[in-house]
């Protein structure tokens, strides 16, 4: 057999059973890196909440997380939403949809850490530090990858059939 495709399942023709394994292939990593974006920010949102609670939403007393990450409930609830769409898409096969719209939010997460540093937390009621600022640059870094390693296979398919 070296290296061909197993053959359809019964009642599939061969092209779709090619089509499905193709469109899989490469998920993998973009997977993995997903996952491990669900991870981090799971993580943050439960040590989060059990450091500060369900307390009020809004501008709170500064605390960090592992003395570094700024959290406060609303934080919470964002790390905490990210997480849970990313451990869906990364379960489900999602990763390369998540990447784009993850990667816009970080961005703007990016965005407002800064100018909230900059203009000294005046109206920050998220407590981002600029570990938080960090590791939302990260994670958009991740998400272009994602987002690079589901073009190149793009471009593997197309070069493949053209």
Known sequence: MGGGLAPAPP???R???ESKVR???GTGPARAVVLVLALVYLVLAVGGVVTVGWGSFGWEDPVTLFGV???STLANILHGFIGVVALVAALRGGAYA???VAGIA???MSAFGIAAKVFRDEGD???LTWWNVALYLCSLV?????YGLRVRLSRRTADRHG
């Not at 991740?142 to 994602?146: E, G, I, N, Q, Y």
């Open 142 to 146: 991740a998400c272009v990858v994602v």
């Open 23 to 25: 469109s899989r292939a």
């Open 15 to 17: 092209g779709m059973a």
């Open 125 to 127: 009621p998220l407590n």
């Open 98 to 100: 998540f990447a784009p």
């Open 11 to 13: 009642g599939m023709p």
């Open 106 to 108: 970080f961005t703007a």
């Open 69 to 71: 990450f700024g959290i």
